[in-house]
């Protein structure tokens, strides 16, 4: 991506469009939406009905004319239309008249590393119809990696992981770029999925994917090794009968349930190592992996890491907004004096 930090500074807001969430930083007043990437919409008439965390509660209750939708998937705007009217309502219009108000509007996002020329036009098409005239693309890795402070600008080996909803991308920078990286398919959202499977297969229980936190919540403690309280309550449907009903769960068969989608992150994260320089993975060794992205709250998820990697494993403060802050930090020219200008290789 061949994006100055001079032409990011001109811009007036930054937007993360994420498969789960939507940020938007705006210079000069900073994070002003943080809201789940979700829109319900009325199928008869076209009207939008509510986005956001208000959409969001309607999943699974609505009646059938109006659908809940993301127009977001696996870090790629699957539906401009809709993606470019969320934004609109989560701006709000005070927001919104003011960025009008600016002579020639520019803005900012994020897109994979690996993005494909019609993802990338996706992202830009959604922020031409919010009346921006030119849009800049920055790598999520580094804008995630500027958000918790990392230092990407020096010759050092950094490694960051950034655990989304859809999708996990492990890189290691130097030099404020990328020098291997390697995105998969495998995020939150296909824990969340293995958890529900496992409901399913194991207690014939239903459970809608948004309500798996308890059990997450279970595998805290000693984290991901068996230490945690042996078994969980969890409220569902009956599979067969339809009728509610709980169960317990044993926490261990749920630790077994994940590992099909961790094994998958590990395994990136070895491809990342064999394909980085030897220097610069002499390096890591001492500093480590940052997690970064919704998915690094997962209850354990570093302690298991730590063990199979048997590196440093570090969750950033705000893991869910770093790459959102990183795009804020390149907006307002609060990155660190660079000795380059990471973005311009
Ligand atoms: N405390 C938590 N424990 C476990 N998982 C969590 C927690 N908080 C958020 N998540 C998970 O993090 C994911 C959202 O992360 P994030 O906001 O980084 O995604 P996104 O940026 O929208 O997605 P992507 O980058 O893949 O497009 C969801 O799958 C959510 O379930
Ligand atoms: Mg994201």
Excluded: W
């Excluded at 009646?63 to 309502?89: C, E, F, N, W």
């Amino acid at each position: 991506m061949t994006v100055s930090l001079e032409q990011l500074r001109r811009c007036h807001f930054a937007v993360d469009l994420g498969a789960a969430r939507t940020r938007v930083y705006v210079r000069g007043t900073g994070l002003v939406v943080d809201q789940p990437s979700v829109a319900a919409v009325n199928t008869r008439t076209g009207a939008l009905i509510a986005v956001g965390e208000f959409a969001e509660r309607m999943t699974g209750r609505t009646p059938d004319y109006i659908k809940v939708v993301r127009p977001v998937s696996g870090g790629t705007v699957v539906d401009i239309d809709v993606a470019q009217r969320m934004l609109r309502h989560l701006l709000g219009d005070k927001m919104r008249r003011a960025l009008r108000r600016k002579p020639r509007l520019r803005a900012a996002a994020c897109a994979p590393h690996d993005a494909d020329p019609l993802a990338r036009r996706a992202t830009i098409e959604t922020l031409v119809g919010l009346g921006a005239r030119r849009v800049e693309l920055v790598d999520t890795l580094i804008a995630a990696a500027v958000g918790c402070g990392m230092p990407v600008e020096r010759p050092e080996a950094t490694m960051i992981m950034v655990c989304g909803a859809a999708a996990t991308e492990v890189a290691v920078l130097s030099m404020g770029s990328i020098v291997t990286a390697d995105r998969i398919p495998v995020g939150g959202e296909a824990v969340d999925h293995a958890i529900v499977q496992h409901l399913r297969h194991t207690h014939e229980l239903m459970l809608p994917a948004q309500s798996v936190r308890p059990l997450q919540l279970a595998l805290s403690g000693n984290g991901l090794t068996p230490n945690g309280p042996a078994s969980t309550e969890i409220h569902g449907r009956d599979v067969a009968t339809g009728l509610a009903r709980s169960v317990r769960v044993d926490t261990a068969a749920v630790r077994d349930a994940i590992q099909t989608p961790l094994t998958a992150v590990l395994d990136s994260i070895g491809k990342v190592l064999r394909d980085c320089p030897p220097d610069l993975v002499a390096d890591l060794a001492d500093r480590g992996i940052m997690m970064v992205g919704g998915s690094a709250l997962l209850p354990g998820f570093d302690q298991m890491l730590r063990q199979a990697t048997r590196m440093p494993v570090h969750i950033a403060e705000r893991p869910d907004v770093c790459a959102a802050q990183g795009l804020g930090a390149m907006l307002e020219g609060r990155i660190e004096p660079l000795v380059l200008d990471p973005l311009a290789a």
